[in-house]
Each structure stands twice: as structure tokens, then as C-alpha cells.
């Protein structure tokens, strides 16, 4: 008995797709749809966007992107938020933003929606930190922790009043609980 191997999708090809809503991501040779965000997460990651980018872009430290495109390592994925040390941030001849990103995130958060496979979220902040990454977060909106993914792939459940690992230089604080409290409108 012989098994069909189905042939890889090459990156190239993945590139020059065009792009949909949600987006699709290349891991492993394979395209991945990412689920479309629901309150929690939308919530969650526009406020951590906006914290993070009210003391980093002013100081010109770094930059919080939602959902940006990174290419790099053979795979195309779309961390929640992709936060950039200033200084690695890709910018054009004229002084604007690129729009190709081919290298990994400083700091890259997931956070985990409903129906979502951990072990597949968790592999794209273990990509991510095989190469280069300093920092990654995958939020459990369900559980209210936070599993941190350290420099050599060292990774650490915090839950409540623990203090959080921020991308150095950032001054910034913020707990687990912190977080999670913003999801509470009263």
C-alpha cells in the first residue's frame, strides 16, 4: 500500500495569493485560516495596542502593529499583535511604514478565541522565538493567564497579580489581572 504525498505549498506561491478576511497564514507547508476575532480578543488586543503604543511610538522605542503579516523562517504568519523595536521597524526611502515585513516580531502576542487549537498558537510563538524573538504572550481570555514564551523556547503559566515580562526598554507594568480586567465594561 502506497501513501499519496500531497505536495507542499511553496512560500512564494502563498505570497502572491491574494489576501482574505480573516486572514491565512503559511505554517508547516500548509495555509491556515485565522478565525475571525470575537469580542474578547477584539477587545484585548486593541487596548494592548494602544497601552503599549501610548509609551512606546513617542519615545520611539517600539511599535505595536495588529494583526501585521511576518514572513520569515519559511512561514508567513499574522501574530495578533507584532510589537517592533523602533529601530528594526522597516521603513521605505520616503520615511513611511513598509508593507512587507520579512523578519520576526521583537514581542508577539496571540490571543487564544474560542475554538482555537493551543498547541497550533502555542507553535507560531515557539517559531517565532527559534528565530529571534525576544518575548512572546499567548492569552487565555477563557482562563485568565497568560502562558510566556522566554528567550531558548522556556515557557511559564502566570495567572492574577503576577507581573507580567515586557519587552525590555518599554516602561511599562501591567499584571495578569490587569489584563483581563479590561475586559469588564462596569
Known amino acids: 500500500m502506497t501513501t499519496a504525498i500531497k505536495p507542499q505549498l511553496i512560500l ?3 505570497l502572491k495569493l491574494p489576501e482574505t478576511k480573516p486572514a491565512k497564514e503559511f505554517i508547516s507547508g500548509e495555509i491556515i485560516q485565522k478565525p475571525m476575532p ?7 488586543q486593541g487596548k494592548m495596542c494602544t497601552v503599549i503604543n501610548q509609551i512606546a511610538e513617542t519615545t520611539k522605542i517600539a511599535y505595536a502593529f ?3 503579516r511576518c514572513t520569515f ?3 508567513s504568519i499574522i501574530p495578533d499583535i507584532a510589537i517592533f523595536r523602533w529601530e528594526r ?5 520616503s520615511g513611511r511604514v513598509a508593507n ?3 523578519i520576526h516580531p521583537d514581542w508577539a502576542i496571540e490571543i487564544l478565541s474560542p475554538d482555537q487549537s493551543q498547541t497550533k498558537v502555542l507553535g507560531k510563538l515557539l517559531h517565532c522565538s527559534q528565530h529571534g524573538t525576544e518575548l512572546g504572550w499567548l492569552i487565555y481570555p477563557e482562563e485568565d493567564s497568560i502562558l510566556v514564551v522566554f528567550p531558548g523556547q522556556r515557557v511559564e503559566l502566570l495567572t492574577g497579580d ?3 515580562p515586557i519587552l ?5 507594568e501591567l499584571t495578569v489581572k490587569q489584563i483581563f480586567s479590561w475586559l469588564n465594561f462596569a
Open 66 to 68: 495588529p494583526e501585521l
Open 38 to 44: 470575537q469580542g474578547e480578543h477584539s477587545r484585548l
Open 168 to 172: 525590555s526598554g518599554i516602561q511599562l
Open 100 to 102: 512587507r515585513f520579512e
Open 12 to 14: 512564494e506561491k502563498f
Open 89 to 93: 521597524i522597516p521603513f521605505q526611502s
Open 162 to 164: 503576577i507581573q507580567l
Open 73 to 75: 523562517g519559511g512561514e
